[in-house]
């Protein structure tokens, strides 16, 4: 027996066999041998334990060849269960789901204090409440809005005014089971890779506009984190000069132009009166003079936003998701205008697509980074 036979049929591989059945599945034998560089025996050799265990099982039968049905293996997602929960500065959203991420359960608790401890309790309270009826839960994942390590730490949350809080720690402490910290815009990235418009793709990118500007990165396969957890830190990047400020004191940066709270600022300037943003974008969409020049400013930075973005990843794609993605289709000729204004001549063509999305959609972000550290060796 050679070494790399030795490699592939230890623990991790078994792993790996999960991971792309939990990502592609059902996959017939032959595909998911030629996905994983493995032969056929070697490919059994580990299967047989996971269908003995029951942790895979044979699916539906996909064709018949030569009169012998292909069985798919597959997994029950509804196996295990796991908790994903987004904090924000005045609420706990908590949602459980399967193991393929889809949402089973959800629910909103008030938040009205930022110590650690105490956050602790609260998100404990919250994952204490959701549903439990279908399987055992097998962790927990949090995000929010800052930068973390390790999935263990935040290192900086400015809306927290949070330093180094060990809030992994301090869950599991009280929850009893693994616990995971993720960046928020990190963590729906994660789940748009597994679960969403990312599947499949090796290089992509997620901005989210919305209270604050974000991104995350896929490349290689693998979510990005930086060398401090930063990676797509471009809330404050410096677009054009403008009046327009964000509560850093920056002229024209993203926040100050494109955040949902910067497009109603601008459409009081432009109006006189208190406009929400969902009224400036339908009123935008009417054809109303001012509120149009408001959206088509803000999806202008936008578009230059996108092409730093292409520029310097060449993503396969840009996602573009959160409260205010809605930007990029109401705005869309302005926002494409601009990003092949400024985009490379090699970047010009990244596709931009407008993804729907619903507030829970960041809680279930957390869950997807529960059922990563779950589903890693
Ligand atoms: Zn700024």
């Not at 097998?138 to 180094?164: M, P, Q």
């Not at 090796?202 to 693998?222: E, P």
């Not at 996108?306 to 930007?327: F, Q, S, W, Y």
């Amino acid at each position: 027996m050679t070494e790399s036979v030795v490699a592939e049929e230890g623990p991790a591989s078994a792993e790996r066999v999960m991971l792309e059945i939990l990502i592609h599945g059902p996959l017939s034998r032959v595909e998911l041998a030629e996905r994983l560089g493995l032969s056929g025996p070697s490919l059994t050799r580990l299967t047989k334990p996971l269908l003995a265990s029951g942790r895979l099982s044979e699916g539906e039968p996909l064709a018949r060849a030569a009169g012998r049905p292909i069985l798919p293996l597959d997994l029950d997602p509804a196996a295990e269960r796991f908790a994903g929960v987004k904090i924000t500065a005045t609420a706990i959203y908590a949602v459980v789901t399967d193991l393929r991420g889809v949402i089973r359960g959800e629910l909103e608790h008030p938040l009205t204090d930022h110590e650690p401890e105490l956050v602790a309790d609260a998100v404990a309270r919250a994952v204490g409440a959701l549903p439990a009826e279908f399987a055992p839960l097998s962790g927990v994942g949090i995000s929010l809005g800052g930068n973390t390590v390790d999935g263990r730490t935040v290192t900086e949350s400015h809306f927290l005014e949070w330093v180094d809080v060990p809030l992994a720690d301090l869950v599991e402490e009280r929850v009893g089971l693994p616990v995971t910290v993720a960046n928020d815009v990190n963590a729906l990235t994660q789940a748009q890779h597994w679960f969403g418009a990312g599947r499949g793709l090796d290089t992509f990118v997620v901005v989210t506009i919305g209270a604050g500007i974000g991104m995350g990165l896929v490349a290689g396969g693998n979510l990005v984190a930086g060398a401090h957890g930063a990676v797509g830190s471009v809330g404050h990047q410096l677009l054009a000069w403008s009046e327009a400020t964000c509560w850093r004191g920056h002229h024209g940066c993203a926040s100050a132009l494109l955040s949902t709270a910067a497009v109603e600022a601008a459409a009081k300037r432009a109006t006189g009166t208190d406009v929400d943003y969902g009224a400036v974008l339908r009123g935008a969409s009417r054809g109303d003079p001012a509120l149009r020049g408001v959206v088509d400013s803000a999806a202008a930075a936008l578009g230059l936003l996108l092409a730093n973005v292409a520029n310097a990843l060449d993503p396969r794609k840009i996602l573009l998701t959160g409260e205010g993605a809605r930007l990029g289709e109401v705005g869309e000729h302005a926002m494409l205008t601009s990003l092949v204004e400024a985009a490379d001549w090699k970047t010009v063509r990244t596709p931009v697509e407008v993804q729907p999305f619903a507030f829970n959609e960041w809680a279930r972000g957390a869950a997807a980074t529960a059922i990563r550290a779950r589903m890693s060796p």
